[in-house]
């Protein structure tokens, strides 16, 4: 048994030019697509406020309205895109970091989830403008960040580093690490993740390990727990998801940052999320109960994806199923068992599953060991088979078939087995508990295959695991990881099934004197397509790396990966950024110290399609020049690197792999709202940074905020007559009477009349540059004159006409702007009002 089994003209980097008022507003429209020239195809609207660029960096800022294209002015509500434009003028090659700091402040409320910066950066966010932490705070963000640990001059390119050879590396805490997990963080970190196994379900026990600096991860402390709650991963042992004894994993095939294990609770067992980019849980999808009688699934054995659906199989020798990427149990699972159960005696939870899951093509196979003492029916190790496309039992399989002789044997693995020419065929599981180790195959119909003969080598007591298979375009190789009996300290057993042979140039056994003194107790390896190394770990709790095809650790490799997308270092909605492809080059590194033979650069589509096959030049450069970004949008670099000395990965010399192409200068963007408040009159903002060449001070853009319809003054006229002989009664103030009609014959044939207008703004805000306007009287219009309105307020306007003829229709009407409008707005026009000046008969003329 087991003992524990990551232009317009620039802005100086000082002293900003004061714009005048009128070269602000000009600013503003040009900005917003409001006035001026408009910009070329693929650039957007920007303005200067210097005259001198000089020699540092520069940050070029521009908004454009989202909600009103090309308006002539925001309105309170609208959504509002604001870009700076990143120019790095540093003057030699030196990585160095860069800041680009934004405070909302002037610019309105921020909108969550609208920060968008370029490859290679970082975005942070602030709810005081001086601490800016990973996560977007939303609506309460202050300011927001963008950061570049290795800026260069030119900013068009990504420059990850390579990985320096893995050095043999103690866990956080020693413990009882399974097989590494490798994940690639977006700025081009690698990370190995493991999940201590059985492990109880409060137990801490996920820990990462960062390759690329030899430390810990950031984030700790490791290792932490996993729950079925999904949030941040916690600290101590307040987990509720437990770990089997053997296991394997599952990356999200949408998104590699997500990783699927299996897991148990107090109640039952199901699959568990764990979010390597955010360190995080992401979920869990209980998949069975523990039931009672009389067979209990205690525990789980790995999991194994096919098609959309990942399975599973329990202790009752179940099979489980979670659809992909919905995480819900599959239509019908629990599935009728395949397999004797083991360790399944009810009451247990947590009871580990001995034996292991592999799956062939639409074939799920597991091995299962029902040992005595905790299986309801004690026997000799077997395989089932599960048709995944059919849910049922295989073909050839309706009874298990027999992987051992006795209930004495025990397994830990199911393995897949492949031809001469390096297609899968069946499956294997390992045995341990005779004189040697037993390995049994079969084909996927049921008929037996030759076994792989290099496990025999080994003692009975020796622990053997899932090996890690390596495929190239000439061999396929399967490297077992062993430890205990013949196997000592730990071993690792190499089989080459295109040779039907153990591996040429592979000891057999390999042992790792240089990693721990050759304590390794070896649990699993994952290869690392990259550098083309394995990373191996094991009971011992040591990270190591090995030579695939020598066995040598550490892994004298280096590499790096990264997938180069143009177009996502440009968010202002434009189009025409990109030029070309330049060159892809390596840096840092003393190229004697590089076997250019032995090395390449892969250059792919993000697919894996290859695009070119470009030699290494001597200099380390790799000419992209050819490649047409329009016909590749996207293209991935790999550099596989053999070192003959890893002298130049040390703490002050970080060497690295940067891919370029020639285009405009980078962009950081966000959106904001204009508030609704009807005082809000503009909207305005400032960006800073800092980089190699010093601090950093962009153009201030501001943008002119025009009253929207809930922030305009409602505006009314009534246009009357008065009704009486006396003229002190039609006299400002006087009493009248007022009417819409003088009284039948006050006037006679002709006379003076008397009429009052009066104005009301029923709000919610001030009414500006009032006039009135009576076409037929304009002693009426001089005597308004030009006046300001406040909200709820009105102002009466007297006036006299003398008439020659009866009857008189007299209409008037008013016009305004609301309040604090910018200069320019058009203003509005009130409906007409009319009153009527009788002679004896008024039938034709009608006041409105």
């Known amino acids: 048994m087991l003992r524990s089994p990551r232009p317009p003209l620039p802005i100086r980097r000082s002293h900003p030019r004061r714009a005048t008022l009128a070269a602000s507003l000009a600013t503003a429209l040009l900005l917003l697509g409001l006035g001026g020239t408009a910009p070329a195809s693929g650039q957007a609207a920007t303005a200067a406020t210097s005259t ?72 942070s966010w602030s709810t005081d403008g001086s601490t800016f932490g990973p996560t977007d705070t939303g609506a ?83 290792p932490r727990p996993l729950n079925t709650t999904v949030g941040p991963l916690g600290t101590g042992n307040t987990g509720d998801l437990g770990s089997p004894l053997t296991t394997k994993y599952v990356i999200d095939p949408q998104q590699s940052n ?55 199989v329990a202790n009752t020798g179940q099979v489980l199923c979670m659809t992909l990427p919905g995480r819900t149990p599959c239509a019908g699972q629990p599935y009728a068992p ?45 395989i089932g088979c599960f048709d995944t496309s059919t849910n049922t039992t295989c073909a050839g399989w309706s009874t298990p078939h027999t992987a051992g002789p006795s209930s004495a044997y025990y397994t830990y693995d199911a393995f897949t087995a492949y031809d001469t020419a390096g297609h899968p065929n069946g499956v294997c599981t390992s045995t341990a508990g005779g004189a040697n180790v037993l390995t049994t195959c079969y084909a996927v119909d049921g008929s037996p295959l030759t076994a792989p003969g290099i496990l025999a080598t080994l003692s009975g007591s020796t622990l053997t695991f899932d090996p890690e298979t390596v495929t190239t375009d000439t061999t396929t190789r399967s490297y077992f990881p062993a430890w205990g009996g013949s ?50 770990l094991g009971d011992a709790g040591v990270l190591f790396s090995m030579d695939p095809a020598t066995a040598a650790s550490p892994c004298q490799h280096s590499g790096a990966t990264v997938t180069l997308k143009p177009t996502d270092f440009y968010c202002d909605g434009s189009t025409g950024h990109v030029q070309s492809y330049t060159r892809a080059r390596l840096t ?32 380390g450069t790799v000419d992209l020049s050819g490649v047409d970004p329009a016909a590749h949008p996207a293209l991935t670099v790999t550099a596989q690197l053999v070192l003959t000395s890893t002298g130049d990965f ?58 929207g319809a809930g922030c305009q003054p409602k505006v009314s006229v009534q246009k009357e007559i008065c009704g009486s002989l006396n003229p002190h009664d039609c006299a400002p103030g006087g009493p009248g009477p007022w009417a819409k009609t003088s009284p039948v014959g006050l006037l006679g044939l002709l006379g003076t009349a008397h009429w009052r207008i009066t104005v009301s703004n029923a709000g919610p805000v001030d009414a500006a540059a009032v006039t009135v306007n009576d076409p037929s009287t304009p002693a009426c219009r001089t005597a308004a004159g030009t ?62």
């Open 52 to 123: 001198d660029a000089g020699s540092g960096s520069t940050l070029v800022k521009s908004v454009r309205n989202a909600t009103h294209p090309g308006a002539a002015t925001a309105q309170h509500g609208d959504t509002l895109d604001w870009t700076v434009k990143y120019q790095n003028n540093a003057a030699d090659d030196t990585p160095a970091p860069a800041q680009v700091t934004d405070p909302i402040g002037g610019a309105g409320g921020y909108v969550p989830g609208s920060l968008k910066v370029p490859p290679g950066w970082t975005p």
């Open 140 to 222: 309460a963000t202050v300011a927001v960040r963008a950061e570049n640990p290795v800026a260069r001059s030119g900013g068009t390119e990504i420059s990850p580093l390579l990985l320096a050879p893995v050095q043999p590396t103690a866990q956080a805490t020693g413990g009882d690490g399974y097989t590494p997990v490798l994940y690639r963080t977006p700025t081009g970190e690698v990370q190995a993740w493991s999940i201590y196994h059985h492990a109880s379900p409060a137990a801490a026990k996920a820990v990462c390990s960062s390759l690329t600096t030899g430390q810990p991860c950031t984030g700790g402390p490791w």
């Open 258 to 312: 997500l990783l699927y294990y299996p897991a148990n609770t107090a109640t039952g067992v199901g699959i568990g999320c764990l979010d390597l980019a955010a360190h995080a849980n992401c979920g869990y999808t209980a998949l069975a109960t523990n039931g009672t009688s009389p067979s209990s699934a205690n525990n789980l054995a790995g999991l194994a994806k096919v098609g959309d659906n990942l399975y599973a």
């Open 338 to 382: 395949i397999v004797a159960a083991n360790h399944d005696l009810p009451g247990n939870p947590g009871a580990l599953y001995q034996g292991g899951l592999t799956a062939v093509g639409d074939k799920v196979f597991a091995s299962s060991a029902p040992q005595g003492g905790g299986s309801t029916v004690p026997g000799a190790p077997a």
């Open 487 to 536: 196997g000592g300290s730990g071993v690792t057993l190499c089989y080459d099934w295109r040779a039907a042979a153990p591996c040429a140039g592979f000891p057999l056994p390999a042992t790792h004197p240089t990693a721990n003194g050759g304590t390794t107790r070896d649990y699993g390896y994952s290869y690392d397509s990259t550098t083309r190394c394995l990373i191996g």
């Open 588 to 619: 840092g590194l003393d190229l004697t110290h590089v076997d250019l033979g032995a090395s390449r650069v892969l250059v792919t589509d993000p697919d894996g399609t290859p695009v070119t096959t470009p030699g290494l030049a001597a200099d």
């Open 650 to 707: 040390t703490a002050n010399n970080h060497p690295m792999l940067v891919v370029e192409y020639k285009g405009d200068a980078p962009q950081i963007c966000f959106r904001t709202t204009v508030a609704a408040d009807c005082a809000t009159t503009a909207v305005s903002n400032t960006a800073t940074g800092t980089d190699a060449t010093g601090a950093l001070t962009s153009n201030t853009v501001t943008a002119p905020v025009a009253p």
């Open 787 to 848: 006046f300001a309105l406040a909200a709820g307020a009105s102002r009466q306007v007297y006036c006299d006409s003398l008439l020659l003829a009866l009857p008189v229709k007299n209409t008037a009407s008013a016009s305004f702007v609301a309040a604090n409008s910018p200069a320019g707005t058009v203003p509005t026009n009130t409906a007409a009002s009319s009153a009527v000046a009788c002679s004896l008969l008024c039938l034709l003329a009608v006041p409105d």
